[in-house]
């Protein structure tokens, strides 16, 4: 069974450009979440999306993050206009929506902002 | 809100048992589990414990609930340097909003 998908896996920007990343989950799999990991710290989640739907985005900094799930499968998150706090490494995690919430992970994109 | 709470780091020599400890807030957690991440690497599901158990048992791994004092701990028997990276402890809870609230995790470092 193939894992969650995650590209890229590292990017550099500087402060104020835009930068979007992609996440193909688990085939199947009909709730996906984008977590933020700073480093030293746990992932905190930003988003969670059920098929094509938004359950949770309370976290998500609206005026600059944003995040769509079309057709319920891939799903993209976009920075516009990036700051230097937004340097974290973005993790897509998908789950069949059972009982268990088991959680698998993707490898995380690295973004760092200058 | 949910807190989840961690020691920073850990370290044991090779063929030593560690334990990693955990402790929560949020009452209604359903699910606790212990994630795996290695440098550079996504995060990996060891095991999970349901909140109406005490104990829970896989190969190496032994988990350990105290719901009424809202602690966690992970036993890893033999440990080995392969076991060397940073666990995280993580709770959901049956809200319908199921995704985890993480603690700031365990630098596990193994010592030939």
């Known amino acids: 069974e193939a894992g969650v998908a995650q590209s890229p896996r590292y990017k550099i920007i500087e402060k104020r450009q835009s930068v979007a990343f992609w996440c193909n989950p688990i085939s199947g799999h009909a709730t996906l979440y984008w977590y933020q990991q700073i480093l030293g710290q746990g992932p905190k989640l930003l988003i969670q999306?059920?098929?094509?739907?938004?359950?949770?985005d309370s976290q998500l900094p609206k005026d600059r993050f944003s995040a769509e799930r079309l057709k319920g499968v891939d799903s993209t998150l976009k920075i516009q206009p990036a700051k230097l706090e937004d340097s974290a490494v973005y993790l897509c995690a998908s789950s069949v929506y059972s009982s268990t919430d088991t959680q698998y992970f993707g490898p995380g994109t690295r973004l760092t902002v200058l | 809100g949910e807190d989840v709470e961690q020691s920073l780091f850990l370290s044991v020599r090779e063929g030593d048992s560690s334990v990693i400890n955990c402790t929560y807030t949020d009452s209604s957690s359903t699910y606790l589990y212990w994630y795996k991440q290695e440098p550079g690497a996504g995060l990996q599901l060891l095991t999970y414990i349901f909140s109406n158990m005490d104990m829970k048992q896989d190969q190496r791994l032994t988990v350990l609930l105290n719901k009424k004092d809202k602690h966690l701990s992970l036993r890893i028997a033999d440990t080995q340097t392969g076991d060397s990276a940073i666990y995280f402890c993580a709770e959901s809870n049956d809200t319908g909003r199921r995704a985890l609230t993480f603690g700031s995790g365990t630098r596990l470092q193994v010592q030939p």
């Open positions: 999306f059920q098929n094509n739907g938004v359950v949770d």
